[in-house]
């Protein structure tokens, strides 16, 4: 079955604390994106890649840092975490040219 | 910049009623794509239709539309005959095609359907 899986699905962490949030596609997709969604304000990009070892910000890339090592996984690095990270967190991938994004489940991460 | 508005947070409509979403966008870059999501309580993102900018018809998707006005810059979605299911998040988002690929959402429209 065609899927973006993202793990954890739900995570409490406390200030500081490194976590890393797994995503993992299996439809061969150059572009994988990491959006968070906040109330309000609908869903913001991170950092995409456009393909292996390339990667770029987002509208909000403070605070986090993305990898591309193969071609099917696209983990978001929070270093250390604070409260105002606390957000339901998306990754999505696409093939370059075609453009729709399949998305993960979401991960909803609170920052004690 | 780019830029995708939505204007209505929220909105009402009658069961098997048509109901028009509204979305505006800004790019000064003349290849793009348009793209409307649904998201249900339940959490999940589930794509529903696409406009690229050189179409020349309107998209359709079964009872959803996309109404394109280019020279507006706006990217209006229509359900025709509403139903209970369609209660949802529903986001609007832009893809451009150079320059780096980045996809922006607007902050969303609830619709409720009422019985």
């Known amino acids: 079955e065609a ?6 699905r739900y995570l409490i962490t406390v200030t500081g604390k490194k976590l890393t949030v797994t995503c993992s596609q299996n439809m061969n ?3 994988m994106s990491w959006y968070r969604q906040d109330p309000g304000l609908g869903l913001r990009q991170i950092y995409y890649s456009m393909n292996v070892e390339v990667t770029d910000k987002g509208d909000v890339p403070e605070g ?5 090592k193969e071609k ?3 983990p978001l ?4 975490p604070s409260p105002n990270q606390t957000s339901l967190y998306f990754c999505a991938s696409s093939f370059l040219f075609t453009g729709e994004l399949f998305f993960g489940e ?7 | 910049a780019q830029k995708i508005t939505q204007t209505q947070p929220g909105m009402f409509v009658q ?3 048509a109901v028009t979403l509204d979305c505006t966008y800004d790019t000064s870059d003349p290849s793009y794509g348009l793209f409307w999501y649904k998201q249900p309580s339940s959490g999940e993102m589930i794509f529903l239709i696409y406009q690229g900018s050189y179409d020349q018809q309107n998209a359709t ?3 959803y539309s996309l109404n394109f006005q280019k020279a507006r810059k706006s990217a209006n979605l229509v359900i025709s005959a509403s139903q209970l299911g369609d209660s949802a998040m529903y986001f609007c988002a832009m893809r451009t095609n150079t320059g780096g690929f980045k996809t922006i959402f607007g902050a969303g429209t609830r619709l409720f359907v009422k019985a």
């Open chain 1, 3 to 8: 899927q973006v899986t993202q793990n954890p």
């Open chain 1, 29 to 31: 997709h150059e572009y």
């Open chain 1, 64 to 68: 986090y840092k993305v990898s591309r």
């Open chain 1, 72 to 74: 099917r996984n696209f």
């Open chain 1, 77 to 80: 690095i929070l270093e250390s």
């Open chain 1, 106 to 112: 979401g991960s909803r991460l609170t920052v004690l």
């Open chain 2, 15 to 17: 069961e098997k009623e």
């Open chain 2, 61 to 63: 998707e079964g009872r």
